[in-house]
């Protein structure tokens, strides 16, 4: 269930670099245009005045690829990409931690034609394989770790994906 780790893959490159853009750009504002002009932080030392600039504009880059990654994580799990974008915008991550708790699981490829298939859906769309596994006993949709179907009992094992669709 290592969903993360396509970080930075998922991330869309537009997002990538308004990120970049908007650090270097909140760091020069805050050096050479706020802190010169405080009258606390204008007495502060070179290096204490670069360490402020260089680590606190951190949190606008973050904020933007965290919203980057809700918008290619939604596009490639066929979800509603501009309203969770939308949503994850929202201040405090409120947005964020609730797509993450709602969000659908990744799509499958379709064994037999390589479409993706969204998880909600049994078949694929495309040609109409069965994307699921289902019990050969009862026909109840099984999901892949499970050894016995909880509807009958049947040994899943012993039957492998069984696929329904129309194939030759
Ligand atoms: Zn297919
Ligand atoms: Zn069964």
């Known amino acids: 269930m290592s969903q993360?780790?396509?970080?930075w893959k998922v991330?869309?490159?537009t997002a990538k670099i308004i990120a970049a853009i908007s650090y270097?750009?909140?760091?020069l504002l805050m050096r050479f245009a706020m802190l010169p002009t405080d009258p606390d932080m204008r007495q502060w030392l070179d290096w204490q005045k670069d360490l402020f600039s260089a680590g606190v504009p951190l949190v606008v880059p973050l904020y933007v690829l965290v919203v980057g990654y809700v918008y290619g994580d939604a596009k490639r799990r066929g979800m509603r990409r501009v309203m969770w974008t939308i949503l994850a915008c929202l201040p405090y991550f409120v947005g964020v931690i609730a797509y993450f708790i709602?969000?659908?699981?990744l799509p499958r490829p379709c064994p037999n034609c390589q479409t993706v298939v969204r998880a909600a859906f049994p078949f694929c769309p495309k040609c109409g394989t069965?994307?699921?596994?289902?019990?050969?006993?009862?026909?109840?949709?099984?999901e892949p770790t499970w050894a016995h179907c909880?509807?009958?009992g049947a040994n899943l094992a012993a039957g492998l994906p069984t696929t329904a669709g129309p194939g030759e």
Request: proline share 13%; glycine share 10%; net charge positive.
């Open 102 to 105: 709602l969000r659908d699981p």
């Open 130 to 142: 069965s994307v699921t596994r289902f019990c050969s006993q009862c026909r109840h949709a099984a």
């Open 4 to 7: 993360t780790n396509g970080f």
């Open 150 to 152: 909880p509807y009958c």
């Open 24 to 27: 270097v750009g909140f760091g």
């Open 11 to 13: 991330v869309p490159p």
